[in-house]
């Protein structure tokens, strides 16, 4: 069975720190893929990146960046740089065998 | 333009109660989601559709029924509505059959059951 955990529930920083959400995933198959989404507080979901198993290239986009590392089955995300705008909810979630699954969330608020 | 859409964005409704949600999306895609998210944000896949075929279901009370009449739209029917019912339900679309691309989510319903 696969699973998303998302070991931080909520995190909290200042402006302009840095700030890394953890995921951790769980899955039997070889194929698989990871994603990011974003729930800002006005509710809608957003997709930041996707991830297939075969790709465990870092990936840099602006002041995000993710860290997949198969050995640890880890796929994290790292704001550089941290602002207001980026509070929100951030989902990691995991499809395989045409199933997805969505890790419980991490809330993230950054205060001015 | 809106690439997914749902209808209504709230909805306030008593127990024992029939109602529907519908969802379209305009992005071309084959495959289209139900999605529940309760109180406590935790997000769950309901059913998928892939060209008005259903190929997922998870383990959803038997009161809710999606219909897909075409592969632009997919509607929630809810039966009997009960109080645990009330969360935002997220309609959502991706390309292919298999869930290796990224969902693009409608804008939630907010279902309230009193």
């Known amino acids: 069975a696969q699973k998303v955990t998302q070991a931080q529930t909520e995190i909290s920083v200042v402006e302009k720190e840095d700030v890394t959400l953890d995921c951790v995933y769980e899955?039997?198959?070889?194929?698989?893929?990871l994603f990011w989404y974003k729930q800002p507080p006005s509710g809608e979901l957003v997709f930041l990146i996707r991830?297939?198993?075969?790709?465990?290239q870092n990936e840099i986009s602006g002041r995000y960046s993710w860290n997949f590392q198969k050995s640890t089955s880890s796929f994290n995300f790292t704001i550089t740089a941290s602002q207001v705008v980026d509070s929100a909810v951030y989902f990691c979630?995991?499809?395989?065998?045409?199933?997805?699954?969505f890790g419980d969330g991490t809330t993230l608020t950054v205060k001015p | 333009d809106t690439a997914v859409s749902q209808t209504p964005k709230y909805l306030v409704t008593q127990m024992g109660n029939d109602k529907s949600i519908k969802c379209e999306q305009n992005?071309?895609?084959?495959?289209m989601y139900w999605y529940k998210q309760d109180s406590k944000k935790f997000l769950k896949i309901m059913f998928s559709y892939n060209n008005k075929e259903l190929i997922i279901n998870e383990t959803v009370p038997n009161r809710f029924s999606p219909k897909s009449p075409d592969k632009a739209h997919l509607n929630l029917h809810i039966n009997s509505l009960e109080l645990g019912d009330s969360a935002v339900y997220f309609c959502?679309?991706?390309?292919?059959?298999?869930?290796?691309?990224?969902?693009?989510f409608g804008p939630g319903t907010r279902l309230t059951v009193t």
């Open positions: 979630a995991l499809s395989e065998a045409g199933k997805s699954t």
């Open positions: 992005l071309g895609h084959d495959t």
């Open positions: 899955t039997r198959d070889t194929t698989y893929y």
């Open positions: 991830r297939n198993s075969f790709d465990e």
């Open positions: 959502a679309s991706s390309q292919g059959r298999v869930i290796r691309y990224e969902q693009y």
